[in-house]
């Protein structure tokens, strides 16, 4: 039985020995084999360094490099793909997921669950913004979505090789992996857990990118946004018909006054803002059909660390080490 563990890395160089100290301590007294795959995800710091280091003296550890930072869910997509265990568990570098969750989650995959997902009872150090703006998107997701995703989870948690494999058919760029679970089924069940604080470093997730997060767990999950340009077109059909209506009553009467400028620069206004809204809810929509359509790869590795067998490097290396 292999474990594997796939942490996700942008700019954690403040972090990653603490990190790695507390993944092995728990890891090494599980009775299982595990590999630690570190995705750095096109780090500026130091945090390459320090992962070849970690390398070089750690053979659990294997290393993935991509050749730019590609986002947290195509980092772990990355990992994902690449991880050879037999259950795979996704965790944060930060330490924000405490690594002796795992030995309990690894027990509830032995009791048979395919998913085990981490259940946040608290969370510290993080602002009622954000608690706040997490609430108001997992309760609107939830309306909006056909599938069901459990609230307060992160992507801390632990999947079965078979939902692993599944995740990695889907093709689709847009990655709201935490749905891509839901959306795949099997037995899962979730497992709470208290979130700390950040051990180290800086949040890499600011409000932009925090939004776009959002937008694309609710734009790949659910078609609501575009039937609402639909019903919001209605909407304003039937005003326009009692408008229609009350100016053909209000002639009849012969009330001729030289009325119907507001009204008229009113319904303008409100038309122009309904229309642009739509055009710009189904703009998102093709924009990702677009990138869809193009089937770029999601990632591109720099360089693999500690991997067994299967070494790809760069061609140039290849050719040099065969001369
Ligand atoms: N991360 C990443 N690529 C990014 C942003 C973040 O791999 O572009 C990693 C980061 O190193 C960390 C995890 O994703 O391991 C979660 O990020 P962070 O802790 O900054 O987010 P927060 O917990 O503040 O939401
Ligand atoms: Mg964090």
Redesign the pocket.
């Known amino acids: 039985m292999l474990l594997s563990v796939i942490?996700?890395?942008?700019?954690?160089q403040d972090v990653l020995r603490a990190t790695h100290e507390r993944l092995t301590s728990v890891l090494s007294a599980l009775s299982l084999d595990y590999e630690l795959l570190f995705?750095n995800?096109g780090s500026r710091d130091d945090t390459q360094l320090i992962l070849t280091e970690l390398q070089l003296i750690d053979p659990h550890v294997r290393v993935l490099l991509l050749s730019r930072?590609?986002?947290?869910q195509i980092?772990?997509t990355a990992g994902l793909e690449e991880a050879s265990g037999d259950a795979i568990v996704i965790i944060?570098?930060?330490l924000?997921d405490p690594p002796e969750v795992i030995p309990q989650m690894v027990q509830l995959w032995r009791d048979g669950n395919d998913v085990v997902y981490g259940m946040r009872t608290d969370r510290k150090g993080?602002s009622t913004f954000k608690l706040w703006t997490a609430k108001i998107f997992y309760r609107l997701i939830n309306r909006l979505s056909e599938t069901k995703m459990p609230f307060d989870t992160g992507d801390f948690r632990l999947l079965d090789r078979r939902v692993v494999d599944a995740v990695n058919s889907m093709p689709e760029r847009a990655r709201f992996l935490r749905g891509m679970v839901s959306w795949t089924g099997f037995r899962q069940v979730s497992l709470p857990y208290a979130r700390a604080p950040?051990h180290a470093g800086?949040?890499?997730?600011p409000l932009t990118?925090?939004f776009r997060f959002a937008m694309d767990g609710i734009i790949s999950f659910s078609l609501v946004p575009l039937k609402l340009a639909i019903w919001t077109g209605f909407l304003a059909i039937c005003i326009a018909v009692a408008g229609i209506v009350a100016a053909i009553i209000d002639r009849m009467l012969n009330r001729d006054l030289p009325r119907g400028w507001a009204s008229l620069f009113v319904a303008v206004l409100f038309m122009g803002g309904v229309q642009l809204v739509s055009l710009g809810i189904i703009g998102e929509y093709l924009g990702r059909i677009y990138t869809e359509v193009k089937g770029r790869p999601l990632y591109v590795v720099q360089e693999r660390l500690g991997f067994p067998a299967r070494q790809t490097g760069s061609k140039r290396k290849e050719v040099s080490s065969v001369v």
């Open positions: 942490v996700p890395c942008y700019n954690e995705v995800d930072n590609f986002g947290h980092a772990v944060d570098a930060d924000q993080e950040r800086t949040t890499k997730y990118k925090m």
